[in-house]
C-alpha cells in the first residue's frame, strides 16, 4: 500500500511541477513567445528594408526571439502603420517608423496621427541632399535657386514619390528659397537613373543613393537639407548655412501601437540601444551612408511630435496639408 502511495505522490508531484513550469512561463518576461514582426513601410531593396533588417538583426541576437521584417509598402507608409496601429499593443507586432507618420496623415492619408503610436526609440539619421550631374550648369545653389526663380516650373526636380520624405524636402526648398521647380515623382530606385540618363534636371535624393556617382565623378551635390552637414559629403554646405531656413533629416525608429506596457518598451528600448552601439552596427551603418542616432523613448517621443508640428507648417506653406 504504502509503495502504491508512494508511486501516486510520484505522479502528483510530477504533474504540479509541469503545471508550475507553465505558469511560470506565463509569467515570464517578454519576450516569452514567437515572433516579433517588424513592419517595413516601403519596398524590398529600399534604404528602408536594407537598415530595417540590420536592425531586426541585431534584435534577434539581443532578445532571444526571432524579429522578422516584413515589408507592407503603400500610400507612402499608410498601409503599414494602419495595419500595425490594429495588432494588439504587446510587442509582438512593431513598426519601422519615420518621418512619414507626419506626412502621411497631414497629407490626408491616414485617419489618426503619430500618437496612435507609442514612441520606443530612434534608431538612425539619414541626410537628404540635392544633386546634378556633373556637367550641369548649376555649380552651386545659389546659381540653381537664381535660374529657377528667372524660369518658373522649368527646371525638374525629381523625388522618390509623392508624399515621400525627398518630394516633402524639394517643395520645401523651392518655397523657402521662393522659387518653382517642376516635381517630377519616381519610384525610388528610379531616381538617381533618370537623372543620370538626363531625363530630369536634380534630384532631390539621400547619400547612399548617390555615394557611387559622386565617387564616380558623374553626379555634383549642391546642398545639404538637413541639419548637420553629411560626413559622406564634408564639404556640401546645408541649407541654413546658406541662409535659407530648413532642417529635413530623415529619422528612423521602432514604434508599437497605442497602450503597449511600458515593461515590454523598456526591454525593446534596452535591446536597441545595444544594437545600435555595438561596433557591428555602426559599421554596418557607415557602410549603408546612414548615421546611427540612438534617441530613449521619452526623447523620441517629444522629438516626434515638434517635428510633427514643424512638418505640418510646411506642408500647410507649401499646399501639401489635407490631415483629414
Known sequence: METRFGWLRGVMGAVLAIIATAAGAQDAPFPKRGNIEMTVLFPAGSSADVTARLLSAGLAKQLGVNVVAVNRPGAGGAIGYKH????????????????SISTTYHSGALAF?????????????ESVVVAVRAESKWKTLKEFLADAKAR???ITLANSGIGSHTHLSGIALAKAADAQVTDVPYAAAQVVPNLIGGHVDAVVQFPGALAGHVAGGRVRVLVNLSAQRDPLFADVPTARELGLDLALDAWRGIATPRGTPQAVIAVLEKAIRETVQS??????????????GFLPAAEFGKMIATEDAYLARIMEQTGLKKSP
Open 113 to 125: 496621427d503619430y500618437r496612435a503610436f507609442d514612441p520606443v526609440a530612434r534608431v538612425l539619421v
Open 279 to 292: 561596433a557591428e552596427f555602426v559599421s554596418a551603418s557607415e557602410k549603408l551612408y546612414v548615421r546611427p
Open 152 to 154: 518658373p516650373g522649368g
Open 84 to 99: 500595425v496601429a490594429a495588432q494588439k499593443p504587446d510587442g509582438y507586432s512593431i513598426v519601422w517608423n519615420s518621418n
